[in-house]
């Protein structure tokens, strides 16, 4: 069977695509952002990188999903998702499920959770460690799409704002 050669000039065309600057153009998907200009936090791009918005109880608000969600980790290292309007004002949550998948990839560490009061929280603790990634999934519904979010969870105390580095707002290093 003779394999059938791309063309250089669409090598080309993709290779511009993939790495033009996004602009204000409406033709490819990123969330809006709070000021509505089409990339939101998490999400969000500030000159080709992502930046992070801080939820109302000091976790990082994740905005691929709605309503918006604060993913916070508590003193006791559960994991607290907090549904949040548009102006980050806490909502209850509702029939939402979630899902996170956190730490050592050759092992992790699986949580689901319940609802409790106007929150969901977490049936076990984090992982051991500070840094490490973490998935989450949410499904509004039980038939609902999941939409899923990956970051880096890393539960250092930033040396220049309030939050901890998985929320951290300044400019000091890379998030996302």
């Known amino acids: 069977m003779k394999r059938q050669k791309t063309p ?3 090598i080309g065309i993709a290779t511009i695509c993939a790495f033009a600057s996004c602009g204000d153009s409406k033709d490819h998907d ?3 952002s709070e000021g ?5 936090a998490d999400g969000a791009r500030e000159h080709g990188r992502e930046t992070t918005i801080a939820g109302p109880n000091g976790g990082r608000v994740l905005t691929r999903i709605e309503p918006r969600a604060e993913f916070f980790v508590t003193g006791d290292r559960l994991v607290q998702i907090a549904f949040v309007d548009d102006a980050l004002k806490p909502i209850p949550a509702g029939d939402q499920f ?3 998948v956190a730490g050592d990839r050759a092992n992790p560490t699986r949580l689901t959770f319940r609802k409790q009061g106007e929150v969901l929280i977490s049936d076990k603790a984090l992982p051991d ?4 990634p973490v998935i989450v999934q949410i499904k509004s519904s039980a038939d609902a799409k999941s939409v899923r979010q990956k970051f880096n ?3 250092e105390q930033c040396p220049t704002c309030k939050y901890q580095e998985y929320a951290c707002t300044c400019e000091h ?3 996302g």
């Open 36 to 40: 509505g200009r089409g990339h939101g």
């Open 30 to 32: 990123h969330p809006p």
């Open 173 to 175: 290093g890379e998030h």
């Open 153 to 155: 969870l890393n539960l």
């Open 98 to 100: 979630a899902t996170v």
């Open 129 to 132: 460690g500070n840094d490490f």
């Open 8 to 10: 250089l000039i669409a």
